[in-house]
């Protein structure tokens, strides 16, 4: 369910605590374990429908537009006016290591009444949950 945009911006090393180091970019990409998922599900072919919340902002607008460009059912993705679109700041280095922080944003606003598409789930459906971070 997680919807989070990802900032990934690479540099030479990690910074320690309270440095400033330089980066050598800035990618902006769309994620979420359980977004992945689902997107992986229909690029296979399986009809998939998305249960989860995003901001009012343009993140969440643009993540909608996107999963339903590529086929996924988008019905059930709430809009949380109080919360912002989900984040994950990722800095990686040159070796590849990386340090993450996540701001769940309306992630965190999916309550009971948001998974009542699930009722509809029968005998051949797969239901996915995803609880995990970025």
Known sequence: MALNVYLVLGGERLPNPGETVLGSGLERWAGGKGANQAVAAAA???????????GSDEAGAAYVQRLSALGIDT????????????????TVDDMGENSIVVVAGANNAVVLGDLVPLDSAGPGDVVLLQLGGP
Request: aromatic share 0%; glycine share 12%; with cysteine.
């Open 44 to 54: 296979a072919g399986a009809a998939v429908a998305m249960v989860g919340c995003v």
């Open 75 to 90: 019905t059930a993705v709430r809009v949380e006016p109080d919360s912002p679109t989900g984040h994950a700041l990722i």
